[in-house]
């Protein structure tokens, strides 16, 4: 059985990670993304404009975290989005559809 690769992945243009987390890991040739919020970068602070510019930063840092990893958003091939109320929905697909090199909807 061969031995699997795996790398840890810090980019400083993200918030730091909560606790003992990783912001992402490369195993061999495949990158699990830990989850991304719409935070400040500086602070624990949610980002002000409500839901769709929480979503527009989180994609942000998502597709900044990928390019430092080596790959990019254009790569991804499932997104997990939780939501804490489903009248936002609209808003996050906006912004999701409208990320660069995304074109499929939630």
Known sequence: MSKITRKVVYTS???KPVSHFSQAIIADRTIYCSGVIGIELDEPKVVP????AQAATALKYLS???EDAGSGIDKVVKTTILLTDMQDYDAVNVEYT??????QNL
């Open 49 to 52: 404009g409500g839901v769709a």
């Open 98 to 103: 409208q990320t660069k090199n995304i074109s």
């Open 13 to 15: 243009r993200n918030p």
């Open 64 to 66: 900044e975290l990928l």
